[in-house]
């Protein structure tokens, strides 16, 4: 028997909704024909008395770019700590190309962990390292490459983000967006297969924003061309974690919309986009009026 009693943890749908509307993610297909890269089931996860996740149903299909979507504090930053196993749930599973991150021995999750690329909001670079050598830290600490090998791989992550000529500098003499870019080059070289991106258009301006969007939906492209060339046996999964809806247009193909511990919706962006749902209208279109508030 579950440790967790459903009906009491289950929110209710809020005021307007159905259950119908208020539904969590269970799938008869998995959108991208393939089995999801990363899937919550029935997940619950509490801090004490703060119930945070409550009966997560969610997945992240293999080898497009989803978006999670959800007002601040739902729970967003601990769906990525599950998925490395950085935290554990107090009921459920969650599984990583169909492994059960929770139960795996610590070597495993080791080995599991270099699956991911981590983006996080700040870029979470080492303030005393030039770009270069952050880009590469990764590399020196994971790999017996030689440094030759490391200069190639990572000089070519660093021209693709646009910060080829930028890799002796420090991060406290870049822009905000240059260091979210050096972040991502370091979250690429040791070729992952899941990219799990945590607000990256916080503290960016529109433009900014939209070219950091526009630059994640071509190296996903990139690697996706890669993966099919050299067969690979999984293909790129991008994740993107955000409350910026014009983001979601543009980038998502998938689209996860949490709140309150739970999916409202999910599906292919366009379908969300069009969705009758009351929240999801309110939600994607990011107006205050609706059955959305700020509790
Ligand atoms: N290790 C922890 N111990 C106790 N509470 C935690 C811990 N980690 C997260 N929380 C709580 O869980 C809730 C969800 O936090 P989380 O950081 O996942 O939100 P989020 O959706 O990422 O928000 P934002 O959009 O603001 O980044 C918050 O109330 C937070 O205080
Ligand atoms: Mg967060």
């Known amino acids: 028997m579950s440790v967790v009693d459903e009906q009491q ?9 159905s259950e119908e509307e208020y539904k969590w993610h269970t799938y008869t297909q998995y959108p991208s024909g393939r089995p999801d890269a990363v899937e919550f089931i029935d997940m619950y996860k509490g801090f004490g008395r703060n119930k945070i996740l409550r009966g997560l149903n969610m997945g992240l299909p293999e080898g497009m770019v989803s978006m999670i979507l959800g007002p601040s504090g ?31 021995p610590d070597d495993d999750l080791f080995d599991m962990r270099k699956k991911f690329g981590l983006l996080f909001q700040d870029g979470a670079l080492f303030g005393s390292m030039n770009v270069f050598d952050n880009t590469s830290f990764p590399l020196r600490q994971h790999t017996e490459k030689s440094e030759d090998e490391i200069e190639d791989i990572v000089t070519r992550r660093l021209n693709e983000v646009g910060l080829g000529s930028h890799g002796d500098k420090l991060p406290n003499e870049l822009s905000g967006g240059m260091r979210k870019r050096a972040g991502f080059a370091r979250a690429l070289v040791l070729e992952p297969d899941i990219v799990l991106f945590d607000e990256p258009d916080s503290g960016l ?33 991008f994740s993107v974690i955000t409350h910026d809806i014009m983001s979601a247009r ?9 709140w309150k511990g739970r999916i409202v919706e999910a599906g292919p962006a366009e379908d969300m986009l069009n969705s009758d749902n009351p929240f999801i209208r309110q939600f994607l279109s990011g107006e205050s009026q609706g059955p959305l508030t700020m509790d």
């Open 9 to 17: 943890s289950r929110p209710a749908p809020p005021p307007g909704a």
């Open 74 to 104: 739902t729970g967003k930053s601990v769906c990525i700590k599950h998925m490395v196993g950085l935290l554990y749930p107090d009921d459920g599973d969650v599984l990583v190309h169909g492994e059960s991150v929770p139960n795996m």
């Open 205 to 237: 301006d529109p433009v900014r924003t939209a070219l950091l969007g526009e630059l994640i939906l071509e190296i996903h492209r990139d690697m996706m061309d890669d993966a099919k060339e050299k067969q690979k046996e999984h293909l790129p999964t």
């Open 250 to 258: 543009r980038v998502a193909d998938y689209i996860n919309v949490l």
